[in-house]
């Protein structure tokens, strides 16, 4: 069992999926996006690096019509799931903040 915080169920999340959840990290509540690919997940801050806006077109929406990639809302940028890497728009070559995490069968911590 981990001492770290659950973030959701993994099973609340379909497969190829986002969505946001706020979470207190390094005492503060923030916005994170919560990207599911199968048993993985990736966790990222919501914040645009190009100028600290949220990336979500309306609540827990942070992917692109293809959904494969995260896409800002605010300039387009588009960020790569795996790694948050900025493959296209204003903020190119910078990246989103990655949250740690530890994934059980059933559910998503922060680590």
């Known amino acids: 069992m ?19 959840v706020v979470a207190n990290i390094k005492g503060e509540p923030r916005s994170l996006i919560v990207v599911r690919q199968g048993q993985s997940a990736f966790v990222y801050l919501n914040t645009c690096p190009h100028i600290g806006a949220p990336l979500d077109f309306e609540p827990g929406r942070f992917l692109n019509l293809e959904k494969d ?9 588009l960020f790569t799931i795996e790694s948050g890497n900025c493959v296209a728009g204003p903020c190119l ?11 059980t069968k059933e559910s998503i911590y922060l680590a």
């Open 2 to 20: 981990f001492k770290s915080k659950k973030l959701m169920d993994l099973s609340a999340l379909e497969d190829g999926e986002s969505t946001a």
């Open 69 to 77: 990639l995260i896409q800002c809302a605010m300039h387009g940028a």
């Open 93 to 103: 070559g910078k990246h989103l903040t990655p949250v740690p995490i530890q994934i």
